[in-house]
């Protein structure tokens, strides 16, 4: 199943680094997301787009998770030639994430 099904996100930027949020629809669904939507799966998942570190910062009390993605941007909003400087995409492409269905 798609990520989409189980969460939404939001993204924010600043210079060269982007933030993603992860928030599940239904905090049951935290623990089950917590295992399949890790750093290095996000890291791989988005390819050539993030080319430094992904860190993961956990908001259990809210059923969240952001993720602190480095050198996403191409050297941040004043300085990249993307079409979507500010990364807001990166949360869609995100929700194509595949995660194994709860049992």
């Known amino acids: 199943m798609k990520l989409r099904e189980l969460a939404h996100s939001r993204t924010g930027d600043k210079g060269n680094t982007l933030n993603v949020s992860v928030i599940c629809y239904d905090g049951r669904d935290y623990g089950h997301l917590l295992q399949h939507v ?51 995409s990166v949360s869609s492409a995100l929700m194509n ?7």
Do not use: C, Q, W
Request: no cysteine; charged share 30%; glycine share 12%.
């Open 38 to 88: 890790t750093p290095e799966r996000v890291k791989a998942h988005l390819g050539d787009v993030v080319r430094g570190e992904v860190i993961r910062y956990e908001l259990p009390l809210i059923g969240a998770m952001n993720f602190v993605l480095k050198e996403a941007l191409g050297g941040g909003v004043t300085r990249s030639l993307a079409i979507d400087a500010h990364g807001k």
């Open 97 to 103: 994430l595949e995660v194994p269905a709860k049992d």
